[in-house]
């Protein structure tokens, strides 16, 4: 039987590899560690793993003359720099050295893997939230037309702070509000954490506040993956305060800007979009005053109107009834002065005209008119039967004469 | 006129009957110096009526 020493039995492990393995070949791993040594050179932990079960591992290198290629392309592909969790699709060859055992000489990162892999765990994440019913919670609330106190997340250096606040302070209306600031580490992991944090101050705070501010900017456009965090977008989205963001996207939008209230691209552009509410709730209100202005002047121009026609309808009528009045008054004066005089000539006139039928048949007049009366027994002369020898007695006007009748015709 | 106040109408009324008797012509003759002699202190009373009301009312207008 061979004996091998150690060395040699190494040697031969690595002659052997080296025999029977390609160049290189492409494999799928998690980054379990990641260290930037200060020589150029970068070390690796390589992991799979099944939940927390580690399944396979293995020691990485990318030498710093190959890391100097690679990082900058990777990070300006993703926008994110490689991280601890991050799972990557690495180009590398097996080194196998007699003292420092196997390694993997990595030689190229897909970056394009890595993005995918970033968008299919952001699509897992949207799904959950929506399967939780949790997505739109926040959009559902109603964000103040005028916005008094607004809680803003942001770091306190960041340049996008600096900006939102030279914005919104130097608005050229003068409007104002309570901008209180929740200071947060705004990238890498422990964003997710400190911006958790800040909402439970802003929460348990005081203060009433009407919105709540993410911003971040003018910085780095790396390490955004926070904003896809789902404990983070959890609790955006349950927040029971509208939450604006404004975290400085150029590539595409995070999910926090999909839980959001209302997502903008800039800390900037907030302040205007806040501004500019303002700016409209007032245009509103003045033209509601003038709206108010004109309606209360037109109804008093139409109840001046009215109530001179009115006055004048009253004025007509009782002038009217006031004439009427005294028409009939004057009516009734008229027939009182003339009639009883009407009334007492009809009287006179009867019985003036009962005088003259009465004088008619007064006899004085027969006898001056020639005619006489004759008696018989002191009875005046009509049919009754008479003799010869009887006495008549006859009266003229002015005499009385004494006959006997001698015959009878 | 009575001592009690008169309301136009009532002495509006009034004198209307008055004149409805001197119109019908069915009026006692010696009635007619009363009848008219109250006639004339109700035109007179009503006539006082319509002129205060019409200063009443040119003073409540204004004009």
């Known amino acids: 039987m061979n004996h091998y020493s150690l060395r040699e039995f190494n040697l031969l492990v690595k002659a052997v590899l080296s025999e029977q393995l390609e160049r290189s070949y492409w494999i799928i791993a998690e980054i379990g560690q990641i260290n930037l040594h200060g020589n150029g050179h970068c070390y690796l932990e390589l992991v799979e793993k099944d939940n927390n079960y580690v399944k396979a591992k293995a020691r990485g290198t990318i030498w710093a003359n190959v890391y100097r290629d690679i990082h900058p392309w990777f990070v300006s592909q993703t926008g994110t720099e490689l991280k601890q969790g991050m799972k990557v699709l690495i180009n590398a060859s097996l080194e196998f050295h007699e003292v420092y055992g196997m390694s993997l000489n990595i030689r190229d990162i897909d970056a394009n893997f890595t993005i995918g892999e970033r968008e299919r765990k952001k699509q897992e994440t949207i799904q959950r939230l929506e399967a939780e019913g949790i997505m739109d919670m926040n959009q559902e609330l109603e964000l103040s037309a005028v916005v008094q106190r607004l809680a803003i997340i942001s770091s306190e250096s960041a340049a996008g702070y600096e900006d939102f606040m030279n914005q919104f302070e130097n608005n050229p209306y003068g409007y104002q509000a309570k901008l209180d600031l929740y200071s947060a580490t705004m990238q890498g992991d422990a964003a997710s954490q400190s911006i958790i944090e800040s909402l439970h101050k802003i929460h348990e705070s005081e203060w009433d506040y009407e919105a709540v501010v993410l911003i971040r900017g003018g910085g780095s456009k790396m390490d955004l993956d926070c904003f896809d965090d789902y404990e983070l977008c959890a609790h955006l989205a349950q927040f029971p305060i509208p939450v604006i963001t404004g975290i400085g996207h150029e590539r595409d939008q995070s999910i926090a800007d999909l839980v959001a209230h209302t997502r903008l691209k800039t800390p900037t552009s907030v302040a205007e979009f806040l501004i500019s509410r303002m700016l409209t709730f007032e245009s509103e209100i003045n033209d509601l005053q003038e709206v108010i202005g004109q309606q209360t002047k037109a109804l008093i121009h139409r109840q001046t109107e009215l109530i001179n026609e009115l006055n004048f309808r009253w004025q007509l009528n009782t002038k009217q009834v006031l004439q009427r009045s005294t028409f009939q008054l004057d009516q009734m004066s008229h027939l009182i002065s003339h009639k009883p005089t009407g009334i007492l000539n009809q009287h006179l006139l009867s019985l003036s005209h009962r005088e003259k039928l009465i004088d008619a048949y007064n006899p004085k007049n027969l006898l001056t008119k020639g005619y006489s009366i004759t008696r018989i027994n002191g009875k005046i002369l009509k049919n009754q039967k008479i003799k010869s020898g009887d006495e008549l007695e006859t009266q003229t006007l002015t005499k009385t004469i004494s006959s006997t009748v001698n015959k009878i015709k | ?63």
């Open chain 2, 1 to 63: 006129m009575t001592k009690k106040k008169l309301s136009y109408q009532t002495a509006y009324d009034e004198l209307k009957t008055i004149c409805e008797q001197l119109e019908s012509e069915e009026v006692d003759v010696d009635q007619i110096t009363d009848l008219v002699k109250r006639a004339n202190e109700l035109v007179k009373y009503c006539q006082d009526r319509l002129r205060g009301i019409e200063k009443d009312l040119t003073a409540v207008s204004g004009n």
